[in-house]
């Protein structure tokens, strides 16, 4: 299956999951009709991660997940959550079984089987940096767990803790307090990282590919900084190979088109793209979607093409602000044209095409009632099909500059534009992503052997007859209203 520009929907399992549920039983994932896969093909998407998946421990849910901070975040999603609501987070896990509410082994691979006839392929988590605080692993293997000291206990409760006469680390992102439901593995240990690579080889028979769980934690360098403290206790030296190079290099060995995706901040995405990711998050565009220009964005569409290429762009995920109220209706529906139509792979969010408001917390196992916003819906649905396209897919990008009608006009400072060619077709886009009228003059070669070229608006159910040499040499003039959007067809 091609994975070129990949795009990608993304589901929480287990909330999903209950809209199938009927008054005799509660829904499994066999139990989703074909029409609702074959609705995502249809709208263009070639892979499905299903985030969630994995067994978990819910008997520790009043233990962890009960917090203040956690509660004020529940109230605010679902003002009429009880107890029974709270079922704990998916990135806590117990083993890589899967939770046998969605699924067993035998049926996930009959499902697995299902998806890829349909063509799509299946994307699962890998959560690479803990298992749960009491998980299995830990019980079974604690040698391969970040260990600490009384010292390190006494000094720091919130981020060690003893368990089974050991005492271990929580597992953290530096910059903010540890997750106390979980346990840190340690990569400095040999046994550590061909326990995890052993892992990945069990995921990788039942699944196309993985999303890997913040994945720069693990780095060396990373990992030194944020554990220099328990890493000198046990006089462990930093490795001399990364641990993805080594697992990715393993992995793609036995299957060679196995997908690899890496949650990543920090500007460490080039970084991550080098041990061998075929994709890492794009958060860098959806910030300068968010908070710059145009400009902002149009310089970060510049970057190189090995980068562009194995870029994920989404403007929601199940850890982000709903687009509808991060962006409002108009910037929110400039910024998917933009994702779904430019270089690198493509994730959507359940629920965004909907018009979906509310974040909800991911250790909630129900979602609120919200009306559909059709005038989002009806968006998505138009701009999912014009742009699942063979010239967007297999073709090549560029980007054209959007220059100045003159008069002392300068708003085509605001305006985005880029083009794909494919086979003598072309897939031309200009968006104003500004909240003015905005104007500009867009040089291309359309490289016909025409004089005029007729230019098919998909997105406005437009056409527009124009001289090819002008286009050329003095550019098609474009005026757009805010967030305004041409989607041409050549």
Known sequence: MHT????????????????????????????????????????????????GIWKTLPEYVNEFCMKEYLIDEYTKALNDWTENDVIGSPYAIDKYEFDPSITSAKDF????????????????????????????VVREHPEIFL?????????DKHTYYKFNNHILAHGRDPFFPAWEDTAQLNYFNPDTRKFMISQLEHISKFSDGVRCD???LIVNNIFYNTWTGAIKLQNYTIPQKEFWQEAIEKIKSEIPNFIFIA??????EWDLQQMGFDYTYDK?????LQYDDAKGVRDHLKAEYDYQVRSLRYIENHDEI????KFGHNKAKAAAAIITTTIGGQLIFDGQIEGKRTRLPIQLGREPYEQIDLEIKNFYEKLLHITHDETILYG?????EAESIGYNDFTNINIISYIWSYNEHYFWVIINYSDIPSRARIKTNLHTDYSNVILNDLFNDKTYTRDANEIKDIGLYVELKPYGMHLFKV
């Open 147 to 155: 260990q600490g000291n009384e010292n390190l206990l006494n000094s």
């Open 109 to 136: 691979l009959k499902f697995k089987e299902k998806l890829n006839t349909l063509g799509l392929l299946v994307i699962l988590d890998f959560i690479p940096n803990h298992f749960h605080a009491y998980s299995s």
């Open 284 to 288: 860098i565009l959806l910030d300068r």
């Open 263 to 268: 949650e990543v901040y920090w500007n460490l």
């Open 322 to 325: 709903r687009s509808i109220i």
């Open 396 to 400: 090549d990008f560029k980007l054209l």
């Open 214 to 216: 913040m994945a720069m």
């Open 4 to 51: 070129f520009n990949l795009r990608v929907f993304e589901i929480n399992t287990r909330i999903w999951l209950r809209r199938f549920d009927t008054a005799k039983k509660k829904a499994k994932l066999l139990d989703v009709p074909n029409e609702y896969w074959k609705n995502l093909v249809d709208l263009g998407f070639q892979a499905v991660w299903l985030m």
